[in-house]
């Protein structure tokens, strides 16, 4: 069974760093690409990019390009977000989600449960 | 940038009703759209993948149409599990991912 458990739900200042997790297991970790999905309050979901942990090759969405960081760990079968310094608007709901296939623009098959990410002064 | 439009972006229905959806890209994306259903507080579920293809486990009832700029999604008997949002997805032009704004399906 393919399974994608997140990193539970965090509460940050302004400025402060952040990385959260999605642990997979159930599929070939190195032969899916594995994305992160943005959701803020009340919208729709936004494409942030994804990885192929086989060669760690990361494509970022345009407006996510510099702002996060994505990653993979593929001896631990693992995909990180990370934010170097948090701002108030990166308040959401953030999904990680694999390929169903070996290309990047592919649709997501799996889905992790969510983590909520609350920025408040 | 390719964009994405839904219509209706809500809609009251009754079980039984049929319902479309239609998703509308600013380019052609020649069947590469997808469509996910989200109900609240849950992450997005894959239906349909390249306009058209049925997802292992999804009712017969869903089904995906279209080519070039527009696709519809259709829910021929809507069932009380239906009720949800329901989103397309575009994975052809740069940036990939783009998603729709969203339709959402409530009870008449």
């Known amino acids: 069974e393919v399974q994608l458990v997140q990193s539970g739900a965090e509460v940050k200042r302004p400025g402060e760093s952040l990385t959260i997790s999605c642990k997979t297991s159930?599929?070939?970790?190195?032969?899916?690409?594995i994305g992160w999905v943005r959701q803020m309050p009340g919208k729709g979901p936004e494409w942030m990019g994804v990885?192929?942990?086989?060669?760690?090759?990361?494509r970022y969405g345009p407006s996510f390009q510099g702002q996060v960081t994505i990653s993979a760990d593929k001896s631990i079968n693992t995909a990180y977000l990370q934010w170097r310094s948090l701002k108030a608007s990166d308040t959401a709901m953030y999904y990680c989600?694999?390929?169903?296939?070996?290309?990047?623009?592919?649709?997501?098959?799996?889905w992790g449960q969510g983590t909520l990410v609350t920025v408040s002064s | 940038d390719v964009q994405l439009t839904q219509s209706p972006s809500f809609l009251s229905a009754s079980v039984g009703d049929r319902v479309t959806i239609t998703c509308r890209a600013s380019q052609g994306i020649t069947g590469y759209l997808v469509w996910y259903q989200q109900k609240p507080g849950k992450a997005p579920k894959l239906l349909i993948s390249?306009?058209?293809t049925l997802q292992s486990g999804v009712p017969s009832r869903f089904s995906g149409s279209g080519s070039g700029t527009e696709s519809t999604l259709t829910i021929s008997s809507l069932q009380p599990e239906d009720f949800a949002t329901y989103y397309c997805?575009?994975?052809?032009?740069?940036?990939?991912?783009?998603f729709g704004p969203g339709t959402r399906v409530d009870i008449k």
């Open positions: 990885v192929y942990p086989g060669d760690s090759d990361v």
């Open positions: 989600a694999k390929t169903d296939t070996s290309a990047y623009n592919n649709p997501f098959d799996h």
């Open positions: 159930g599929y070939s970790f190195t032969t899916h690409w």
């Open positions: 997805q575009q994975l052809n032009s740069y940036p990939p991912g783009t």
């Open positions: 390249a306009a058209s």
